[in-house]
């Protein structure tokens, strides 16, 4: 909005012409998306107190949890709030990349909602069914499966590329569209495990936006990208307005959420920085960095499927408790220990993905 709205001075002013750089946006739109999370938080958060939307904790957790018993949730509400308002403020609204990582937050966001309103609200502890709650998200990350598959401006839409290799290819053809649903899916799902301990997961979507943003911007540069070897995507540099939106409203979200948490996000709020972050991968085509950057995401996913797994076939447990984080609980890590922990690991899982554009 303010980029058509000032940058078309330019020609008069020359001081205008600052609204073209992405970088500058991109920063611009980290402090809005922040500004707007300190100025919307405590009376959210008194809103939430006064619905009494407060979170229900589970007699069989870590005992230290039973002391967050009623704390508000729903908290994701801020975090789209200040991502969808900061990306229109500094993006180029002409740019349908945009509008589609934007769908993807306020259409799975809506999930987390509704699923959320009916356990918090409603007082149905198990929310919406698991078939209608996957089949919705299906249905989301299809249709954006679909319009990048019929977007006209980028011909390699269905090309796999592969970390580490120049020339690596893969051509998925058709095979695209539930590719994109598993990855979009599977990563909103992914973000919603992780959303246990306070801070962990706003922490964790911050760390992979800042990656995520060097990812696109250097995707979208015809220069960079041709020096690096890495697959050109036209117009994609314009989502670092985005990812910085996302930092933006993932710190400003943990002022409120850090130990010990005043709000929780909810599924409205894990549902939707998940979706995102899929969003990002497929459309950039570094949805296999994707497993890198979230690779504690992808850890946690992966530890409550070896823990049902070997429940179900020995009756016995893997993990004393899953998803991962609560083993580690289990095991006497204070809570505060487990998420700096996991802060750390996803820093190195950052580098070591951006790491990947050069050695190759």
């Known amino acids: 909005m303010l980029y058509h709205l000032f940058y078309p001075l330019h020609t008069s002013l020359s001081g205008f012409n600052v609204f073209k750089y992405i970088t500058f946006r991109s920063a611009c739109a980290v402090i809005t998306a922040l500004a707007l999370s300190f100025l919307f938080g405590p009376p959210m958060i008194r809103w939430l107190r006064a619905l009494n939307v407060g979170q229900h904790v589970r007699d069989d957790g870590p005992q230290t949890h039973l002391g967050k018993q009623g704390t508000p949730t729903m908290g994701g509400l801020l975090i789209i709030a200040a991502l969808v308002i900061s990306t229109l403020l500094w993006s180029d609204l002409k740019n349908p990349y945009t509008w589609t990582v934007l769908f993807s937050v306020l259409a799975f966001g809506a999930i987390g909602f509704w699923d959320d309103y009916r356990k918090v609200v409603k007082k149905r502890s198990k929310g919406l069914k698991a078939k209608h709650k996957f089949g919705l998200q299906i249905l989301a990350a299809a249709a954006i499966g679909i ?214």
Not at 167 to 182: A, C, E, R
Not at 252 to 280: I, K, Q, R
Not at 337 to 352: D, P, S
């Open 147 to 360: 319009f990048l598959l019929l977007y006209p401006d980028d011909p390699a839409t269905t090309r796999l590329t592969v970390p580490f290799f120049k020339t690596l290819l893969i051509d998925l053809g058709w095979f695209f569209i539930p590719f994109v649903v598993v990855v979009i899916v599977g990563s909103s799902n992914a973000v919603n495990l992780t959303d246990g301990l306070d801070g962990l997961a706003a922490g964790l979507v911050g760390i992979a936006a800042t990656a995520n943003a060097v990812l696109v911007y250097l995707s979208g540069h015809k220069i960079i990208s041709d020096y690096l070897k890495i697959m050109f995507i036209p117009g994609s540099g314009e989502l670092a307005v985005f990812c910085g939106a996302l930092l933006g409203a993932s710190l400003g979200f943990l002022w409120f959420n850090s130990h010990p948490a005043e709000v929780f996000m909810g599924d409205v709020g894990s549902l939707a920085l998940g979706g995102a972050l899929g969003t990002l991968a497929v459309v950039t085509k570094h949805e296999l960095i994707l497993v890198i950057v979230g690779g504690i995401f992808v850890v946690e996913v992966f530890s409550v499927m070896i823990q049902v797994a070997s429940f179900k076939l020995t009756g016995k447990r893997v993990f004393r408790m899953a998803p991962i984080h609560h083993h580690f609980e289990q095991i006497g890590w204070p809570e505060t220990k487990v998420v700096v922990r996991f802060w750390i690991i996803g820093i190195i899982l950052a580098l070591i993905s951006l790491s990947s554009l050069k050695l190759r």
